[in-house]
């Protein structure tokens, strides 16, 4: 009997990885967005759109950190300043390349929406449910060593959902 339930958890872990291995790999559609800190969650149950794209070697986050719709510009082409001041503060994102373990990602920023934080890396713990992702980023550090004010105090929770 203990062979054949070691055999089925053997068959379900592996059932839930792709050929690589990598559990993460493909497009994660963020759902809630939740900021944790020690007396307080401040949480968007409803997300705005936000991906999550993860490959053998790369991977691409955008989400956007307000409850309600980003406003369109009035003039797509020739946008004011505060509509530029606006849409720079209603969406984040940043691309690069990543390294993983079995409960930790760290990734490692190419390009990023704040200028000089290319070289950055963001560290989140991450469990997976079936075809739910919760990834909950835990540590920031920017290029030249330091770390964001609220590093210690603040965590960022990204419940997102397998979009392939």
Not at 5 to 17: E, K, P, Q, W, Y
Not at 97 to 110: E, F, K, P, R
Not at 138 to 160: C, S
């Amino acid at each position: 009997m203990r062979y054949i339930l070691f055999i089925v958890a053997v068959l379900i872990f592996t059932s839930c990885r792709n050929e690589n291995g990598n559990i993460l790999k493909g497009a994660w559609l963020v759902e809630e967005i939740h900021w944790i800190t020690k007396d307080t969650t401040y949480s968007i149950n409803k997300a705005q759109p936000g991906i999550f794209i993860i490959s053998d070697s790369v991977y691409s986050f955008i989400w956007t950190p307000i409850k309600e719709k980003r406003k369109s510009f009035k003039k797509l082409a020739t946008p004011t300043t505060e509509e530029i001041i606006y849409g720079f503060q209603s969406i984040v994102l940043n691309a690069g390349t990543y390294q993983m373990t079995d409960s930790v990602l760290t990734i490692n920023a190419i390009v990023a929406k704040v200028p000089g934080f290319e070289g950055g890396q963001q560290t989140f713990s991450y469990q997976i449910n079936d075809d739910t992702l919760q990834l909950k980023m835990v540590d920031e550090t920017y290029p030249n060593g330091a770390k964001p004010a609220w590093f210690g105090k603040l965590e960022t929770q990204f419940v997102m959902s397998r979009l392939d």
